[in-house]
């Protein structure tokens, strides 16, 4: 890209491609997390993380087409983060309770 | 500057997400991740989503992570100790996810066009649909049922937090 392309492109603002491969990363991110941490709370957390970035593009794609709709739908994805939260946790607790751990290798009661 | 305040907060998040995964302590990682929520907030407000960024800041920020902080102190939740892997998950793991990042990452690029007439850029101001009035017209007119529909959801998932975490009656 010359410079005088690039000039023009800081002018018209930030291309919605970032924003979606920024998206990309954190969710990918957030994959990597649930996949390699051993701790329910922390796998949990991000199951969070791949939430926000699948709002981020949400979002994105509202401003791309000038329309509210997007909003609302990461309006609706956070009502039901906000539910998985309360009765995740509440899963947490009892799990807890019951056996004194949080290391997912060894809540595995159902495995044979 | 549009374009020097997504950097710097895009930067913010991606440190704050990695930090989350890599951090050995729960408490960290929350609070990791309420940095990731606040700059992930900011890029909302360039994008135009007033509404959605007071959200994402009272209840993500706020009241999510706050119930996560609170399982994590009951639960006096401490480092949590190395494991071995699997020699496959060593050697193919982190290549792995580097392909899926680079995958998702170009077609999302490829997706839009960046540059030419038709490009697609976003500069603060472009849209300002993303208010209180505007999310609760549609909210309330073509969005009635999903919204009756997760009234009914949070009625279940409260109850079945209580009948989760209640105590056992003799």
């Known amino acids: 890209m010359d410079p005088q392309a690039a000039l023009q492109m800081l002018h018209k603002g930030v291309p919605t491609s970032w924003y979606l491969a920024l998206s990309a990363v954190l969710f990918t991110i957030g994959v990597a997390g649930f996949i390699l941490r051993r701790n329910i709370i922390t796998v949990f957390m991000c199951i969070e993380l791949m939430l926000n970035a699948v709002n981020l593009s949400f979002i994105a794609f509202a401003h791309e087409h000038k329309q509210v709709s997007g909003h609302l739908f990461t309006f609706f994805v956070m009502v039901v983060a906000a539910a998985e939260a309360a009765v995740g946790l509440a899963i947490i607790l009892t799990v807890f309770k019951n056996r004194s751990t949080l290391n997912i290798d060894e809540i595995d009661s159902l495995k044979n | ?170």
Not at chain 2, 119 to 148: Q, R
Not at chain 2, 157 to 165: D, R, S, T
Request: hydrophobic letters at 60%; glycine letters at 10%.
């Open chain 2, 1 to 170: 500057m549009d374009l020097f305040f997504f950097l710097l907060f895009a930067f913010i998040a991606v440190a704050c997400a990695v930090s989350v995964v890599l951090q050995k302590h729960p408490i960290s990682c929350a609070l990791s991740l309420v940095g990731t929520m606040a700059a992930l907030a900011v890029l909302y407000l360039l994008l135009g989503a007033e509404f959605i960024v007071m959200v994402q800041v009272i209840v993500y920020a706020g009241a999510i992570m706050v119930l996560f902080v609170f399982v994590i102190m009951l639960l006096n939740a401490g480092a949590e100790e190395g494991r071995g892997r699997s020699w496959v998950a060593r050697i193919a793991g982190l290549p792995a996810l580097a392909a899926l990042a680079g995958l998702l990452g170009y077609f999302m690029l490829t997706l839009l066009p960046m540059t030419g007439p038709k490009g697609s850029f976003v500069k603060f101001g472009d849209f300002t649909g993303g208010g209180a009035k505007e999310i609760g017209t549609a909210l309330f007119t073509e969005y009635l049922l999903p919204f009756e529909v997760t009234s009914i959801l949070i009625l279940i998932a409260i109850l079945g937090a209580i009948v989760l975490a209640r105590k056992e009656l003799d």
